[in-house]
Structures are given as C-alpha cells and as structure tokens.
C-alpha cells in the first residue's frame, strides 16, 4: 500500500497521545541539515539562519495549529554517508519536516530515509534532477533542477561564446557532474563541441596543472559544474599564470566566499541562479531584520526559509502534521513565501521562474544587464 511508509509516523503519534501528551502542549520538531562543517559550511550557514528565522517568525505568529516549532540542525559534511547518519537520527529524534538537505549527494540518500519513515522533505538547494525523478511523493525542493540550469547554461554558452574554445569540467559529484553534463548536452545540441572535458578532485588547494592544460590547449571559456571553492582557487590560479580565461559557473557560486578566494581574479565571472528573493518586495520585512541583525540573507538564506513557509501552510491546510495530508496539501495548493508564490508540480519540484545569469563584480554578484 501507498502509505504503509507511514504507519511508523502513526504509531509514534498514538505514542505520544497515550503518553498523555496533548497537541497543545507538544511542540512540532523540524530540522535542516546540510555542510554546517568543512569547505561548504558557508551553504550550511545559510540555510541554518534562514530555518532559524523561519520558526521564530512562525512562532512569534502563534505557531502551526498553536503549537510552537522545533528546531534541529544537522550536520552533513556534504558527505552521503554522514547525510544518512543524520536522518537516521532525525527519524530518533520524532522530526516531521525536513528543510534540507544542501548538496545532491546527501539529499539523494537522505530522501530514501524520509520516504521510508513518512517525513515530509523540502530541499532548498539540491538541484539534481535524480531526487525528485526518482524520489518518493514525500520529497519537493524551493530550487529548481540541473536539467533547467543546464539548458540556460548551454544555450548562453553557444550564444555568447560559441567561437571560443570551451572547457567543461566538474568534481564528481551528483550535483557538479549533474550540471555539468546537461550543459554539455545543451551546448552539444547547439552544434558546438567543447574542447576539453575534465573531472578534478575536490578538496586539494593545487589545480596548476589542471590550469596549465587549459592554457596550452587555447581554452578561453571554462565551465565548471562544482563548488565555490575548487572555482575559485582554478580562477586565481590560472590569473597567477598570466592566463585569464571567461569562467562560467552555477548556483553554487552565490556565496561571498567566492570573492574571498579570487579578489579581483573572480572580476566578471558568470554564473545561473533563481531569481534573488532578496528583490521580492513581499520578502522585504524578512531582508530587513536580517541585515539589522548583522547578516546578509544571500544565497540559500530566504529559500530555506520559504521551504518551511511552505510545509507550515501546507500542515495547516491539512489540519495536522499527518505526511499524507500533508503531501497532498503541499502538491495541490499555492503558498505565499518569501519566494513569492509558489507550488509544487507532480514530482514536487517547484513552480516558479527558471534561471538568470548573475556577474560577479566590485566583490559583488547582480544580474548580467
């Protein structure tokens, strides 16, 4: 039956009433997970500010059916293995909703754990088309997929670069591979073959060779399907060699700690992203109180916090936390969130507008004009 993955969830609940425990006095436990540790904490940070805000405001607001949000982070690494561990103990600790995870490689995983044991989850990052085509009907993501980001890249590439000698690598990973290879598809469907296509091993701190190969191959554009880090180190370290070539990236570079590793060598980098939330004026109240709070809700900050918009909208549509009715409600309905409107299709992929092309200039990233 559908919905044997949920008997767990039901028993746990009549547990709970049996204990003598009413609705009103239980507080509703929630989490986020992502890399709050290691070279991508930058991510986990956002989205831990963002889940942070989100129940404050709820609960500042009364709640969900007046029961006040608990929150649980957990921490990833970006690491599949340590994801799974997570939502083991997620599933221990009685957590209904997740806002997470961050990169493909833990989501993908994770998901089978949440499908299992009937919690609800909305990644705000993961943007592999493989955790919702393969996903169970628990599973939905505020972002959109690699396939769509793929398509812009490709197609900015053939427009804008088609004569140049182009480069696509990518570190390995569900996600960088992922986006690197429906760019390529895309560029290839455009009739323009790349020049070279290379995988590099995340983590190391020298490229020189990887950069030196592109140099003497004449390669003017790089794409790169991965992280801020490893872009950023190949960015500069190919400037250090007198060698400047167009890096285009994806949605894994709207963190100013790009900026922090290129300085002026990131100057004009490219890259795909949603539409900035930041510039909904219906998000305006919430970028206010986070920039008065000392803190710049960039990146993945406001889609974390319209994730849980959403699941808190759509708990109280159907009356109670049960996934079920949950899940239907968050497949049938529209919910007004930081992102703006925004619903979610049969697979549980978000309804909202596609890719833009972002530039990062003056240590700063704003739409390509």
């Excluded at 409600?329 to 992929?349: R, S």
């Amino acid at each position: 039956m559908k919905n044997m993955r949920y008997i767990k969830t039901a028993l746990a609940a009549a547990a709970i009433m049996a204990a003598g425990m009413t609705s009103a006095q239980a507080d509703i436990k929630i989490a986020t997970a992502g890399p709050m540790t290691g070279q991508y904490a930058s991510f986990g940070e956002q989205m831990q500010r963002g889940a942070e805000m989100a129940v404050a405001d709820i609960n500042a607001a009364g709640g969900v059916l007046g029961q006040k949000l608990e929150l649980e982070i957990g921490d990833d690494a970006c690491d599949p293995k340590q994801a799974v561990a997570v939502a083991n103990k997620m599933v221990s600790d009685g957590v209904v909703f997740m806002a997470g995870h961050f990169c493909s490689g833990s989501s993908i995983p994770a998901s089978k754990i949440y499908t299992e044991e009937g919690i609800v989850q909305i990644s705000p990052a993961s943007t592999n088309p493989t955790l919702t085509d393969e996903g169970g009907d628990n599973v939905f993501r505020t972002c959109g997929r690699d396939d769509q980001q793929g398509i812009v890249a490709g197609n900015y590439l053939a427009d804008h670069f088609g004569k140049s000698k182009i480069a696509i690598l990518h570190d390995k990973t569900a996600y960088g591979k992922g986006l690197a290879d429906e760019t390529k598809a895309q560029l290839n469907k455009r009739g323009i073959k790349e020049t070279m296509y290379e995988a590099y091993t995340a983590g190391e701190k020298d490229y020189s060779a990887l950069v030196s190969k592109m140099k003497a191959a004449g390669v003017g554009v790089i794409y790169l399907g991965g992280y801020h880090t490893e872009a950023g180190l190949i960015i500069r370290q190919a400037h250090e060699q007198g060698y400047k070539p167009q890096m285009v990236s994806g949605d894994a570079l709207v963190t100013d700690e790009y900026w922090k590793i290129t300085g002026p060598s990131g100057e004009g980098t490219l890259m795909t992203f949603s539409p900035d939330p930041r510039k909904n004026p219906i998000a305006a109240p919430v970028v206010k109180k986070f920039r008065d709070g000392g803190y710049e809700p960039e990146g993945y900050t406001l889609y974390t916090y319209g994730a849980i918009q959403a699941w808190a909208q759509a708990v109280n549509a159907a009356g109670g936390t049960d996934p079920a009715k949950v899940i239907k409600a968050l497949h049938a309905g529209q919910f007004e969130t930081v992102l703006g409107k925004i619903g979610f299709d049969k697979k549980g992929d978000v309804t909202a507008p596609g890719y833009v092309f972002y530039v990062w200039k003056d240590g700063k990233y704003d739409y390509v004009k």
